[in-house]
């Protein structure tokens, strides 16, 4: 079973920045790929980065392509979404996700273990 916790999520002005953090509560957490997703009020749940288990490899959603970085450091069980130039179409809950010896997919049902979410509001 993997317990994965959110933080830094919060409310900040249109150009401003956060980082997100997800903890993981797994001593394997070097075979799991990391992603994050989001969903905006009365929205689908949306793909928005992922990082493979070995960090090698990376994908964003087009949207946040040169704003968002996503990383992870295995020796903290932590992956990070480093957001800047945040938009208030940017606005959402954002989730982490992990899935067991994945490649970083970019569709939910890839992902078995879900964290409950982080709001990010970004104000114009």
């Known amino acids: 079973q993997v317990q994965l916790v959110e933080s830094g999520g919060g409310l900040v002005q249109a150009g401003g920045s956060l980082r997100l953090s997800c903890a993981a509560s797994v001593r394997t957490f070097s075979s799991y790929a990391m992603g994050w997703f989001r969903q905006a009020p009365g929205k689908e749940r949306e793909f928005v980065a992922a990082?493979?288990?070995?960090?090698?490899?990376?994908r964003y959603t087009d949207s946040v392509k040169g704003r968002f970085t996503i990383s992870r450091d295995n020796a903290k069980n932590t992956v990070y979404l480093q957001m800047s130039g945040l938009k208030p179409e940017d606005t959402a809950l954002y989730y982490c996700?992990?899935?067991?010896?994945?490649?970083?997919?970019?569709?939910?049902?890839?992902?078995?273990?879900w964290g409950q979410g982080t709001q990010v509001t970004v104000s114009s």
């Open positions: 990082i493979s288990w070995s960090g090698g490899n990376t």
């Open positions: 996700a992990a899935d067991y010896r994945g490649l970083g997919a970019e569709t939910a049902e890839s992902y078995r273990y």
